[in-house]
């Protein structure tokens, strides 16, 4: 099965960075479309950025231009990296591995397998305050 493993939250103030880290177990990493969520409180998990097998990525409007997804799948790892920080970035963030976005040969091989479609992180918290 495949583990996540989200670092480097924390607290920063408006206008800082931060740069989150997805450490997955497991060989079948590159075969994932790898994403980001976040959740803040009283608040849906929504989508942050995403990023295919193939490198295909996608961001939600509110971060676009401020974030930047990136996958090292020699390392096994997807990254976050957040300049800019608004208050309103405070949240838990949420790393997604999926298949949504894979090829039929990787879902055919994960279900072969006994891989799931889909996999989560515990969260990491992010807190933007002065």
């Known amino acids: 099965q495949v583990q996540l493993v989200e670092s480097g939250g924390g607290l920063v103030q408006p206008g800082g960075s931060l740069r989150l880290s997805c450490a997955a177990s497991?060989?079948?990493?590159?075969?994932?479309?790898m994403g980001w969520y976040r959740q803040a409180p009283g608040k849906q998990r929504d989508l942050v950025a995403s990023i295919t097998t193939s490198g295909r990525i996608n961001y939600e409007v509110d971060v676009k231009g401020r974030f930047t997804i990136s996958r090292d799948n020699a390392k096994n790892t997807v990254y976050l990296q957040m300049n800019s920080l608004k208050s309103e970035d405070t949240a838990v963030y949420y790393c997604?591995?999926?298949?949504?976005?894979?090829?039929?040969?990787?879902?055919?091989?994960?279900?072969?397998?006994?891989?799931?479609?889909?996999?989560w992180g515990q969260g990491t918290q992010v807190t933007v305050s002065s």
């Open positions: 497991g060989s079948i990493f590159s075969r994932y479309t």
């Open positions: 997604n591995a999926n298949l949504d976005g894979s090829s039929p040969s990787d879902r055919l091989f994960a279900t072969r397998n006994s891989f799931q479609n889909i996999y």
